[in-house]
């Protein structure tokens, strides 16, 4: 079995690390990362290769960025043991499938139908119009729903490996709200020293156990989880 030290190094091999520098912090972009690690505490494994280029601009704050290496391990060997659960690849590709239909098709009819309005004589626009926006509404409304219930199976195979391998548990939370915890405490110092209000810098986070924050809106179906904004 390969030991930690092992998929540093490759983890190391495979992807040059950021060297942090003095930048100007970012609280948009404070907000973008903590969202991000954040999701993985719900088995949410969302790509993190661009926040190296954050750490790298110095928009995250140093201590961030000092900790980063470690935490991107930690997300790195949380997101890889979907490939180790029956199924779960299968029902993200699925979704992913879907998701990318509606982008697609959505614009694509919109478009066909505002060219129409303006071009009334072409007969081939105005006989496809009709079916595309049924096609696209139809597909805009399997992505909202499979958005929900395969995301809900994916997370339903993730936390039944978690229960059912008790050494993975080390791979869970903890870590990583302490670093979503520094990033609200970065954000924090941010708006105190700019002056601005926390209203205009809220961040979307599925769990609300961190300090310094109050929730502005809970979750809703189309969106799953909170706003908060940060108390200064």
Do not use: C
Request: proline share 5%.
């Amino acid at each position: 079995m390969m030991g930690d030290d092992d998929e540093r190094g490759r983890l190391d091999r495979g992807r040059s690390q950021p060297s942090a520098r003095r930048g100007k912090v970012d609280p948009t972009e404070i907000g973008k990362v903590a969202y991000t690690i954040d999701a993985y505490r719900s088995h949410v494994f969302y790509d993190f290769s661009w926040i190296d280029k954050k750490v790298q601009a110095g928009n995250l704050g140093r201590p961030f960025a000092e900790d980063w290496k470690s935490v991107q391990l930690k997300m790195w060997k949380m997101a890889r043991i979907t490939v180790k659960i029956p199924g779960a690849r299968r029902l993200s590709k699925m979704q992913s499938y879907i998701e990318a239909m509606w982008q697609i098709l959505v614009p694509i009819a919109f478009l066909i139908l505002f060219i129409s309005l303006f071009a009334p004589g072409v007969v081939i626009l105005q006989q496809i119009g009709p079916y595309m926006i049924f096609i696209a509404l139809g597909s805009l409304l399997a992505g909202l729903v499979s958005r929900g219930l395969i995301g809900s199976r994916i997370a339903g195979k993730i936390d039944a490996y978690f229960r059912d391998n008790p050494e993975a548990q080390k791979l869970r939370s903890i870590d990583l709200r302490e670093t979503v915890q520094m990033l609200i405490d970065e954000l924090r110092q941010y708006l105190l020293q700019a002056g601005e209000e926390p209203e205009k810098h809220m961040v979307g986070l599925g769990f609300v156990d961190y300090d310094h924050i109050e929730v502005v809106k809970k979750p809703r179906p189309w969106r799953r989880y909170y706003i908060v904004k940060v108390v200064v």
